[in-house]
């Protein structure tokens, strides 16, 4: 089976001391479009945070050398535990080449890594392209909240929860043959 990341686009997991192309990366994405991901992501201490207090994992895209692209994968706490949440922002310059979906498909490995039996991602109803990308990923939408989210400038917008069962996409994978039947996510 061929590699599912096109060949320009490189991921690498973030480590503990952050990366200061993060900062920069933020900066050339609209405000709006990034504070969902509920944290400064260029400064290294909610990065630490998140590790310590969630065991997330933040992946990094890179397009023609450039930052491009991150993803957070955060575990819930407590009851929440076996579900995990996807934090994704790319570049606007960079979109539409496969990098958001590369992220995702990273993301998912790590979840399943990690145990996780159920994967959400939010994204404004409006953004058909993004939800596009993880419904090619089986994630299929669970609820609409209407005018959950304001933005900057005061406007509201309808927020999409869209979720992808781990165990339903492995059964499946070896359902087809594609893993072995009996292998655990």
Do not use: C
Request: negative net charge; without cysteine.
């Amino acid at each position: 089976m061929a590699d599912p990341t096109p060949a320009d686009v490189r991921i690498e997991e973030l480590g503990p001391d952050g990366d200061p192309a993060v900062q920069s990366f933020l900066e050339k994405v609209p405000r709006g479009e990034y504070s969902f991901l509920k944290g400064d992501l260029g400064d290294p201490a909610v990065m630490a945070i998140w590790r310590s207090r969630h065991g997330a994992q933040t992946f990094l895209a890179y397009l023609d050398g450039e930052l491009a692209g991150l993803l957070a994968v955060i575990p819930g706490l407590g009851w929440s535990r076996h579900v995990g949440e996807f934090r994704m922002v790319v570049d606007p310059a960079k979109r539409g080449r496969g990098v958001g979906a590369a992220l995702a498909r990273r993301g998912l490995m790590a979840a399943v890594t990690a145990g996780l039996e159920k994967i959400t991602v939010e994204v404004l109803a409006e953004q058909e392209g993004v939800a596009a990308v993880f419904r090619q990923l089986a994630f299929i939408p669970e609820a609409l909240l209407t005018d959950q989210v304001r933005d900057d400038d005061g406007h509201l917008h309808d927020l999409l929860i869209l979720a992808h069962s781990v165990q339903q996409a492995w059964s499946a994978l070896a359902t087809i043959g594609m893993v072995e039947s009996g292998a655990e996510a």
